[in-house]
């Protein structure tokens, strides 16, 4: 089937958008690979003994698929894609941002994107971790900022808040999406988990990218002075209305 493939239009994966989180799915035309004939591995034999090794020709994708799953981009944002025309002026220049960012990672500086509801911010935020998980093989996380605040106050007794936060010390690229949405003031222990997350990624020279409905003046007011000095530091503010 190859590149004449309907259902995968030849990227030999299918993103599949149902359930809480999008999931890659490998196509069946990746069972053509001429190496493998699809297992994603090869049998070699040295020295009178056999062994398993990925397959040059396409354990690659299945590695790359294996990023995208892990990721967690929400299912309702599987098929993003940066808008046609009729776009603002605004928008135009956050997206090309978007664009050089995952062309030249890791390269360029994170950032923070910002504007009303139903700008786009986090469809642009989801297409970054998609194209660099898929194309790139990046380990990346997409973090909703209001579920990792759920998942911190409903943590089973006994779990330290740095076990449920450690993931997102470490993953090379972290998207934390709307930041003080939800109606109400970002609290004084949500300005300190976030304060720790930045801080840690700061140190680390790690990737961030955030969503905020926030101006950059608002948004200073809101997280705090020390987590905005090191956004600021690692992020490029772009403003989408």
């Given at each position: ?232 530091a690692m992020c490029r503010f772009l403003g989408m209305d």
């Amino acid at each position: 089937m190859g590149d004449s493939c309907k259902k995968c239009g030849g990227k030999k994966y299918r993103i599949d958008g149902k359930g809480e989180f999008a999931r890659a799915v490998v196509c069946g035309c990746a069972g053509d690979c001429g190496d493998c004939g699809g297992r994603g591995f090869l049998i070699e034999k040295k020295d009178g003994y056999k062994s398993k090794v990925s397959c040059r020709s396409c354990s690659k994708m299945r590695d790359n698929v294996k990023q995208y799953n892990r990721a967690q981009i929400p299912a309702v944002m599987a098929g993003a894609r940066v808008k046609g025309g009729g776009a603002k002026n605004n928008y135009i220049a956050a997206a090309q941002y978007v664009e050089g960012f995952i062309t030249h990672y890791p390269e360029k500086q994170g950032f923070v994107l910002y504007g009303s509801a139903g700008c786009g911010k986090s469809d642009l935020a989801a297409l970054v971790v998609a194209e660099l998980t898929l194309k790139q093989g990046v380990g990346c996380l997409f973090q909703d900022f209001g579920d990792l605040m759920l998942r911190l106050k409903d943590r089973s007794a006994g779990t330290s808040e740095r076990v449920v936060l450690e993931p997102l010390f470490k993953i090379p690229l972290l998207v934390i999406d709307g930041v003080g949405s939800g109606g109400r003031e970002i609290t004084d222990w949500e300005k300190n988990v976030l304060e720790s997350i930045v801080s840690k990624r700061h140190g680390a020279r790690a990737k961030t990218v955030i969503t905020t409905k926030y101006g950059k003046s608002e948004f200073e007011t809101h997280v705090g002075d020390r987590s905005f000095s090191r956004i600021s530091a690692m992020c490029r503010f772009l403003g989408m209305d």
